[in-house]
């Protein structure tokens, strides 16, 4: 595995304005990144440039595009869009790679920039360690003029076809888009099929991305559906390549729920390949009992949505994702994308009949606690005087019954740790042994 200095979980992401989030740096990576392609003989010099909606990243833009034009390549926006119709726009039309300027879940101070390869999938830790490589030492100082390819439209047609013509006529649905990417495409998708959509976080203004709405805030999409009496609703965060949903009850449900609403149903009918659902180490043991049980295999991977795309390829699986919502049906798109994770679990509410309330209830969860700690310094954990000792001692009291899991954040300056076993009481106990250790061997903020 590569080691980089800028690049996490999901690409470079920072506060804006940042020593890695401004438009010197912005310029540099782009320069970097057609050096890269240049380096791996692209056919193409065309660069796909996709953001969301904040107020930043159309400067970002800008920069990244001159340090595109420097290398001699040719930038091509795409406008503000979900992730993955870059992904699309790169499967549809020959691209050397593609961008997106986002932050994905993180509040709209901050912003991020990812790259795909030509065959719209994430990069591997290794190609953007070599991006890093080739970073110039510094930038030039003009942006550029981008022509513009219209991706929403392709995005929105493709997404459409996945489910049969007016298939939601006398649907009620909610959508939550974290005033977003996602607010025009999810919105003009569902109501072509048919459905009545009632929206929230649908008007961006550059500086209300993810405040307090969309797949991290789904409370208020909750309280819509029981409002409106939906039999839905469907959440996004910034970048639209999330789902959250809850029920007509006004329940939510999380990635791993979805993702065993659709693993089972595919099961049933024959269409999982290779039986295999690819999940990371962050979800739920209850998914494993719950597709093993249905005759299927569970493989599990590092966090981090591109980490299971990996696995997919290499296993020939075409179905993953991660608790956060992150789910990838790779018989649509190489990456996770919202509203086809929502299209899909609509396909099984029109086949089965049954209301998602019901669908849910074949995942019966572990109990789980989980904490986020903001620290002031990442230490490596293996060289922590206490929270090693207390993760080896919980693991072998829990056995088979349960797992520790703690990781720092890929994308914030946080400590996450994660708890299952056989009881409510258990597993706060052992929670609390991890923060008390935590705060033993960090300065917590």
Same mark, same amino acid.
């Given at each position: 595995?590569?080691?980089?200095?800028?690049?996490?979980?999901?690409?470079?992401?920072?506060?804006?304005?940042?020593?890695?989030?401004?438009?010197?740096?912005?310029?540099?990576?782009?320069?970097?990144?057609?050096?890269?392609?240049?380096?791996?003989?692209?056919?193409?010099?065309?660069?796909?440039?996709?953001?969301?909606?904040?107020?930043?990243?159309?400067?970002?833009?800008?920069?990244?595009?001159?340090?595109?034009?420097?290398?001699?390549?040719?930038?091509?926006?795409?406008?503000?869009?979900?992730?993955?119709?870059?992904?699309?726009?790169?499967?549809?039309? %020959?691209?050397?790679?593609?961008?997106?300027?986002?932050?994905?879940?993180?509040?709209?101070?901050?912003?991020?920039?990812?790259?795909?390869?030509?065959?719209?999938?994430?990069?591997?830790?290794?190609?953007?360690?070599?991006?890093?490589?080739?970073?110039?030492?510094?930038?030039?100082?003009?942006?550029?003029? /981008?022509? #513009?390819?219209?991706?929403?439209?392709?995005?929105?047609?493709?997404?459409?076809?996945?489910?049969?013509? #007016?298939?939601?006529?006398?649907?009620?649905?909610?959508?939550?888009?974290?005033?977003?990417?996602?607010?025009?495409?999810?919105?003009?998708?569902?109501?072509?099929?048919?459905?009545?959509?009632?929206?929230?976080?649908?008007? %961006?203004?550059?500086?209300?991305?993810?405040?307090?709405?969309?797949?991290?805030?789904?409370?208020?999409?909750?309280?819509?559906?029981?409002? #409106?009496?939906?039999?839905?609703?469907?959440?996004?965060?910034?970048?639209?390549?999330?789902?959250?949903?809850?029920?007509?009850?006004?329940?939510?449900?999380?990635?791993?729920?979805?993702?065993?609403?659709?693993?089972?149903?595919?099961?049933?009918?024959?269409?999982?390949?290779?039986?295999?659902?690819?999940?990371?180490?962050?979800?739920?043991?209850?998914?494993?009992?719950?597709?093993?049980?249905?005759?299927?295999?569970?493989?599990?991977? %590092? $966090?981090?949505?591109?980490?299971?795309?990996?696995?997919?390829?290499?296993?020939?699986?075409?179905?993953?994702?991660?608790?956060?919502? #992150?789910?990838?049906?790779?018989? $649509?798109?190489?990456?996770?994308?919202?509203?086809?994770?929502?299209?899909?679990?609509?396909?099984?509410?029109?086949?089965?009949?049954?209301?998602?309330?019901?669908?849910?209830?074949?995942?019966?969860?572990?109990?789980?606690?989980?904490?986020?700690?903001?620290?002031?310094?990442?230490?490596?954990?293996?060289?922590?005087?206490?929270?090693?000792?207390?993760?080896?001692?919980?693991?072998?009291?829990?056995?088979?019954?349960?797992?520790?899991?703690?990781?720092?954040?890929?994308?914030?300056?946080?400590?996450?740790?994660?708890?299952?076993?056989?009881?409510?009481? $258990?597993?706060?106990?052992? /929670?609390?042994?991890?923060?008390?250790?935590?705060?033993?061997?960090?300065?917590?903020?």
């Amino acid at each position: 595995m590569g080691s980089r200095k800028y690049f996490g979980t999901d690409g470079v992401r920072g506060t804006y304005g940042s020593a890695i989030m401004n438009e010197a740096f912005a310029w540099r990576l782009g320069a970097a990144a057609a050096r890269f392609a240049r380096e791996k003989g692209t056919a193409s010099q065309v660069v796909y440039i996709g953001r969301d909606t904040r107020a930043s990243g159309a400067s970002l833009e800008a920069a990244l595009a001159g340090g595109l034009v420097a290398e001699d390549f040719k930038p091509v926006s795409l406008g503000i869009v979900p992730t993955p119709a870059v992904s699309l726009a790169l499967r549809n039309a %020959p691209a050397a790679f593609g961008v997106v300027i986002t932050a994905s879940h993180n509040p709209a101070a901050d912003n991020g920039i990812k790259f795909f390869g030509p065959q719209g999938i994430k990069l591997t830790d290794d190609e953007e360690a070599r991006i890093e490589a080739l970073l110039p030492e510094t930038a030039g100082s003009a942006n550029a003029a /981008l022509e #513009h390819y219209d991706a929403r439209t392709l995005y929105v047609a493709t997404a459409a076809r996945l489910l049969p013509a #007016h298939a939601l006529r006398g649907w009620r649905i909610v959508l939550d888009a974290a005033h977003g990417a996602g607010c025009h495409t999810s919105h003009a998708v569902l109501t072509q099929l048919g459905a009545e959509v009632a929206t929230i976080g649908c008007a %961006p203004d550059g500086k209300n991305i993810n405040d307090r709405v969309g797949s991290q805030h789904p409370e208020q999409m909750a309280a819509a559906v029981r409002a #409106h009496g939906a039999r839905l609703g469907i959440a996004h965060d910034g970048d639209a390549d999330r789902c959250v949903l809850c029920d007509e009850n006004g329940d939510i449900l999380d990635g791993d729920e979805i993702l065993t609403v659709l693993a089972l149903h595919a099961l049933k009918s024959g269409r999982l390949a290779r039986g295999q659902l690819v999940i990371t180490v962050q979800s739920n043991l209850g998914v494993d009992a719950a597709v093993t049980a249905a005759g299927g295999n569970v493989a599990r991977t %590092p $966090v981090g949505d591109r980490y299971v795309i990996e696995r997919m390829l290499a296993d020939g699986a075409t179905l993953g994702g991660e608790s956060s919502g #992150h789910v990838i049906c790779a018989d $649509v798109s190489p990456t996770g994308d919202g509203l086809v994770a929502a299209l899909k679990v609509l396909e099984v509410m029109l086949a089965t009949g049954q209301p998602l309330s019901a669908l849910r209830r074949q995942l019966r969860k572990f109990p789980q606690v989980t904490a986020a700690l903001t620290v002031r310094e990442k230490k490596p954990l293996e060289k922590l005087p206490t929270l090693p000792a207390t993760i080896a001692a919980l693991e072998r009291e829990l056995g088979s019954q349960g797992r520790v899991l703690v990781r720092y954040s890929g994308t914030e300056p946080k400590l996450r740790l994660l708890v299952e076993g056989p009881t409510d009481a $258990v597993v706060s106990a052992a /929670l609390d042994r991890l923060v008390a250790a935590t705060r033993a061997d960090l300065e917590v903020v």
